[in-house]
């Protein structure tokens, strides 16, 4: 709803402060939970964006949400700029980018994992360590079950695709025996 780029230059900002002030994943959580409600809420979507509520009034009503939330000091002033700067919409983008900006900071890579069976924690954990080795950072493991697999996984690790699912190797033995091979 704002952009890339500046949702950036709004994470960079808050990141920055953020770092200071010794609070770099507090922040990050509240923004991640300011996100999920506005993606939750059409209510309060209509209200930010109706052009007829006064500002005032969308002023109290993030107070009231932000209060409830127990969200840090820090968080609190940032989104009401981000409000009185008109940008309250784009609160998914600025998260998602003091996300990016964060697992920078912290050495860290977001990793979704798509298996035909459900990870046990062993499972999931020698999956991180794996994929932990293959990036040299830490991983933050996301894991989904998708039976059409068959079995094996498929890794999303940044841009690399790491497909080890026996319906790729099918395929790829499809398209072999097809060709000749």
């Given at each position: ?25 507090e922040v990050g959580q509240d923004l991640d939970r300011i996100a999920d409600l ?141 060709k000749g091979r």
């Amino acid at each position: 709803m704002i952009g890339i780029v500046l949702a950036k230059r709004y994470a960079k900002a808050v990141i920055d402060l953020a770092q200071e002030a010794g609070i770099l994943k507090e922040v990050g959580q509240d923004l991640d939970r300011i996100a999920d409600l506005f993606a939750e809420s059409h209510e309060l979507v209509n209200v930010f964006a109706d052009p007829t509520i006064a500002s005032r009034a969308k002023e109290k009503v993030l107070s009231e949400v932000l209060k409830k939330g127990g969200v840090q000091e820090l968080t609190m002033k940032f989104i009401h700029v981000v409000l009185q700067k008109g940008r309250i919409l784009g609160v998914g983008e600025i998260a998602r980018s003091y996300r990016d900006l964060s697992d920078q900071l912290e050495n860290r890579i977001r990793a979704r994992v798509v298996t035909a069976a459900r990870l046990d924690d062993n499972d999931k954990s020698r999956m991180k360590d794996a994929l932990s080795k293959i990036s040299g950072k830490d991983v933050v493991l996301e894991v989904e079950v998708d039976e059409s697999l068959l079995g094996g996984v498929v890794a999303y690790m940044g841009s690399q695709v790491y497909d080890g699912s026996i319906k790729n190797q099918l395929t790829q033995l499809k398209d072999n025996l097809s060709k000749g091979r």
